[in-house]
């Protein structure tokens, strides 16, 4: 009889901290971030839901403009009668007076709204402005999308770098830990070294600890913004921080376009503002009468065979004279969604100058200190390598030993957040741009 056997739950966590961790290009649950946004685009829930809003924002459209069309009606009946009224006492009358047993009635009427102010054209006009305004808003989702799950990409990248750093850390302390008790042993060193070395060995174990449980719940995140299932394996992000999109050509292009206003918010921004005026013209309308042509044809009797028909052909006319007030309403809603519109537009305008010139800026700050931040790094990892023989020298404290290796730690903490705000950088510019 085979035994089942029990994994501790340290062991577990180590597991699927290794799986997380696979080198790139192993297995199957790596990924690019190229494929990352493809599957993203395919599979995201939130994406999903925003592209079914568009879509009903066009319909809406289509809906506003659906009086302007011919309107076709067809109705029938056919009931059977009957009655308990007694018969007429004279007996001449009877046949002029005989109760109909059963009514035949079918009809069919054609119309066509010929005049109703300006909400005809204007109708129209918003058919179209929230078509184009749903395919932008779906391009705008997308977009935001994609930020999100680069984002969570790099996030599982610079988790994945902090938790290497830590790792070196951890070997250093252990080292550290070692050389004290070297020392111990030889009598350089009093207990006191052994204890700080063992302190600090304690201290990295618990951040490294930390950083894989990090590291996990990054994955997890960047699983989710794909919109991977539950129930399937969880990929992971292949790559690392250092390589990042060509943010000078993407500030020039931002530049460039800064002076035209060709960027898709500002253009998603214009599309409500055409729709916002076409809806206050369609509400002025209302002040005007509906003038309609109208045809129809209908057939009546008891029988099949004998039927009456009748026809119609003509105009028709409603003017509503007092409405309560209800046009003058909805034209001052629409005015004042219109001036919304038109104020968001221009606060979308300053928005991205802001943006732009924030990107730009950044991005030269960003690219001098990873410059000094790489020195930094050398500086003080010859700094660390260099006190690390001077301890075993007996020149310096285990606590100056300590402070050389947390500043080695820093600064390669700095350097890799460095470079995790550049992609975020270029994440930023991407969407702006409308890139995937």
């Known amino acids: ?33 190229e494929e990352a946004v493809d599957y993203a685009l395919a599979h995201s829930d939130l994406l999903t839901a925003r592209r079914q809003e568009s879509a009903a ?18 109705s029938g009946q056919w009931l059977e009668l009957g009655t308990n009224a007694t018969e007429m006492p004279i007996p001449m009358l009877k046949p002029f007076f005989k109760a109909p047993e059963r009514d035949i009635t079918a009809g069919i009427e054609v119309s066509q709204v010929l005049f109703a102010g300006f909400r005809i054209p204007a109708s129209l006009r918003l058919e179209k402005s929230l078509a184009g305004q749903a395919a ?3 391009d705008a989702a997308e977009r935001e999308v994609l930020r999100q799950v680069k984002g969570a990409f790099d996030a599982v990248l610079l988790s994945r770098a902090s938790l290497a750093v830590l790792q070196d850390r951890a070997e250093q302390a252990r080292a ?15 207990s006191l070294d052994v204890r700080q070395a063992r302190l600090g060995l304690n201290i990295t174990a618990d951040a490294l600890r930390r950083a894989e449980a990090e590291l996990i719940d990054a994955a997890l995140a960047f ?71 109208v045809a129809g044809a209908r057939t009546s009797g008891e029988e099949t065979g004998l039927m009456d028909e009748s026809w119609s052909v003509g105009l028709t006319a409603r003017w509503d004279l007092y409405d309560g007030g209800l046009v003058r309403a909805g034209k001052a809603e629409a005015s004042a969604n219109l001036l919304q519109a038109r104020a968001a537009l221009e606060a979308g305008k300053k928005q991205i100058h802001a943006s732009v ?16 931040a790489r ?5 003080s990892r010859e700094n660390y390598e260099d ?50």
């Open 57 to 74: 924002l066009a319909a809406t459209g289509r809906q506003v403009s659906a009086f302007v069309r011919p309107q076709i009606s067809a």
């Open 357 to 372: 010139e924030r990107i730009r800026a950044d991005n030269e700050s960003l690219d001098q200190r990873i410059a000094l």
């Open 176 to 190: 550290e830990h070692q050389d004290a008790q070297d020392l111990y042993d030889a009598g350089v060193v009093t």
């Open 387 to 436: 006190a690390r023989g001077h301890y075993r020298a007996g020149t310096i404290t285990i606590t100056r030993l300590g402070e050389f290796s947390v500043a080695f730690a820093e600064a390669r903490f700095n350097l890799i957040s460095l470079f995790f705000s550049k992609r975020l950088l270029a994440a930023e510019a991407e969407a702006l741009l409308g890139a995937g």
């Open 223 to 293: 699983n989710q913004a794909l919109g991977r299932p539950t129930d399937e394996e969880t990929l992971v992000p292949e790559g690392d921080l250092e390589t990042a999109p060509d943010m000078e050509d993407l500030v020039g292009r931002l530049t460039s376009r800064t002076g035209g206003w060709d960027f898709p918010d500002l253009a998603l921004a214009r599309s409500r503002e055409k729709s916002a005026l076409q809806q206050k013209r369609m509400a002025g309308g209302g002040r005007f009468p509906e003038v309609a042509a």
């Open 375 to 379: 020195e930094t790094v050398e500086l």
């Open 136 to 138: 932008l808003g779906a």
């Open 1 to 33: 009889m085979r035994r089942k056997v029990k994994m501790p739950l340290r062991a577990v966590a180590a597991l699927a901290v290794v799986l997380i961790l696979w080198p790139t290009g192993a297995g199957a649950g790596t990924i690019s971030r």
